[in-house]
């Protein structure tokens, strides 16, 4: 018989900071290869990118939607 995995052993608090930390630690890894990904093929690194659509506003569209969702605006 298989050990439940180690997550199921935590209480519940520590079992959600754990997924939370490998959310925060995914997502470092994704930002990281976009900001590769844009350098490389652009010249733009991600923080510019961000900051060209930001005074953008709604009226952006889609080619800023990665930064609209970072920001939770609309």
Same mark, same amino acid.
């Given at each position: 018989?298989?050990? +439940? +995995? ?8 520590? =079992? ?6 490998? =959310?925060?630690?995914?997502? %470092? ?21 961000? =900051?060209?659509?930001?005074?953008? %506003? +709604? ?12 920001? %939770?605006?609309?």
């Amino acid at each position: 018989m298989n050990a +439940p +995995p180690a997550s199921d052993l935590l209480p519940a608090d520590e =079992a959600q900071d754990d997924r939370r930390c490998m =959310a925060v630690r995914l997502l %470092g890894r994704v930002e990281k290869h976009l900001d590769e990904t844009l350098q490389r093929r652009h010249g733009l690194p991600l923080s510019e990118y961000r =900051a060209l659509c930001t005074p953008a %506003g +709604p009226t952006a569209g889609r080619r800023c939607a990665w930064v609209n969702w970072r920001t %939770g605006s609309v």
